[in-house]
């Protein structure tokens, strides 16, 4: 029987309907390839999209979170992978998602989505949170945490060569209206009778990741005893602590708000090791009056001198413990505190120096996930809402922290393979490494999210990004990120003239 064959027309129809959906083919046989060639804003972030998907990040949110709102064009949970890129990619406001995320169609492409939900569609989403909803986040947080964090490996490190790690908790003050839920008058740095909410978080030091955050009323204090047992019960949950074995290696690093008896016992009785002021300024008096010997040591952070010894007569808490008293000379006199202490073999200028280390830790993570993530920028009147903001700013942060330790893996690792033409010498290699280590999360958002390039795609997906070459430092730059996605057949270069 003869072939049946197509008419003209036909024939006609089906080019005019290959064409206009940019595909070309050479016969009907040929497999249909689309080849888009997109500018973004955020080219470095694209280019980690491939790597994020790969250690399916995002996957327990789209499980998990079962925010009550009916799908129209975009699910709930997508709307909250559009506010996680933007954070990471330097969104103020949740508003300022229309300028950031839904006009840059490569990352919304690199992510597997054609289109952005609208700012204001985004809001009725958090607005409709429930506090069932809140649960499933953190457990969603939880499982993304236990695939990818930095923190256990350290733990048993620890847990090996007997050497505590250690972990910060503090208290910050977020403004929110006078009007807000749970929002009330208390203490905010620089700000006096102003209204807002209080956040707790648990930081590890070494890797700057958040262990775990909790959102309070602005009334509420460090030494209150149920903040301090809540925060400790997430941390527990979240490092999957159960034993005093496990507790041991863990020195919990605090500020003298949390120095009260009932916390100090607390974290003692747990097992836990200990690096904390005391909270009572008139009993850090009288405990110096004890003190045989005072030794110079380096000035505070304003300068003035200071002075340390060993109290010889310590106040009994339910373990043993050492105490270090610190003067320090003032204008009016004297002001005296006491550090804390279970290593009972602990260098005076040891302890010292180890609890200095903690005026630039929390705090400054804070103030970097504020000007990094503008985390105090983004305020809701609903608690529950401003409390699923707080947990997708956690794990934008600790997506950061990952990347951060995925490019310093991969270029270390590269700089070993035969064939790494990119990294010409041991030093180059170190600079690289160097580079990315040093950026705080500001710096990080700004200096290496937010670079402008080019994201060639095929069938959807990238084969290739193209960088800016006016950037500074960009050369160690794009080394990282050849390195990385090398196993993931990405190109990575440099344009040489860019719209």
């Known amino acids: 029987m003869a072939k049946k064959r197509l008419s003209k027309k036909h024939k006609n129809n089906k080019v005019k309907k290959i064409k206009s959906h940019g595909i070309f083919l050479a016969n009907e046989t040929t497999h249909q390839i689309q080849i888009n060639e997109l500018n973004s804003n955020h080219v470095s972030l ?47 406001t949740v508003y300022d998602i229309n300028q950031t995320v839904r006009v840059d169609q490569a990352l919304l492409k690199a992510f597997g989505y054609k289109k952005c939900a609208d700012q204001s569609v985004i809001q009725e989403t958090l607005n409709a949170t429930i506090q069932e909803n809140i649960q499933q986040m953190e457990s969603a947080l939880k499982t993304i945490w236990d695939q990818n964090n930095l923190t256990v490996s350290l733990l048993e490190k620890a847990q090996k060569e007997n050497k505590p790690l250690t972990i910060d908790i503090d208290l910050s003050g977020h403004i929110a209206s006078k009007n807000a839920e749970q929002s009330k008058k208390g203490y905010f740095s620089s700000k006096k009778n102003a209204y807002g909410r209080q956040l707790a978080r648990v930081l590890v030091p070494d890797t700057q990741e958040i262990v775990a955050e909790s959102l309070y009323p602005g009334n509420t204090v460090s030494w209150d005893n149920a903040v301090f047992k809540a925060m400790i019960a997430k941390m527990e949950h979240n490092l999957c602590i159960q034993t005093k074995s ?38 850090a008096r009288k405990l110096s009056q004890s003190v045989t010997q005072w030794v110079d040591i380096p000035s505070d952070s304003e300068n003035n001198p200071r002075q340390a010894g060993w109290v010889t007569k310590p106040y009994r808490y339910s373990k043993k413990t050492k105490q270090l ?25 040891t302890v010292v120096t180890d609890y200095d280390a903690r005026g630039g830790t929390p705090e400054n993570s804070f103030c970097q996930d504020s000007q990094g993530l503008s985390s105090r920028k983004r305020r809701k009147r609903s608690f529950l809402a401003q409390q699923m903001l707080m947990l997708l700013n956690q794990l934008a942060h600790n997506i950061i922290r990952w990347m951060q330790n995925w490019l310093v893996n991969a270029v270390e690792q590269f700089a070993t393979e035969p064939d ?3 990294v010409e010498s041991p030093e180059d290699t170190s600079l690289v490494v160097k580079t990315l280590k040093e950026r705080g999360m500001k710096r990080f958002v700004r200096q290496l999210l937010s670079l402008r390039g080019k994201v060639i795609m095929k069938d959807q997906r990238i084969c290739k990004v193209v960088f800016n070459p006016l950037y500074p430092l960009i050369n160690r730059i794009i080394t990282a990120f050849r390195a990385l996605l090398k196993p993931y057949g990405i190109i990575v270069s440099l344009d040489e003239i860019l719209d």
């Open 246 to 283: 496990q507790r041991s290696s863990i020195r919990l690093r605090l500020d003298g708000g949390f120095g009260t008896d009932k916390n100090i016992n607390h974290a003692l009785w747990g097992g836990y090791q200990l690096l904390t002021k005391m909270r009572c300024s008139g009993r």
């Open 325 to 349: 008293a610190i003067r320090k000379t003032t204008k009016k006199g004297y002001t005296y505190s006491v550090l804390v202490v279970t290593d009972l073999n602990a260098d005076l200028m």
């Open 420 to 422: 790494a033409s990119s």
């Open 46 to 92: 694209c280019a980690l999209a491939p790597v994020i998907e790969d250690k399916k990040v995002f996957e327990p949110i789209y499980n998990n979170v079962m925010i009550p709102q009916k799908k129209l064009l975009y699910s709930p949970t997508d709307k909250l992978v559009f506010l996680t890129l933007g954070i990471m990619s330097g969104m103020q």
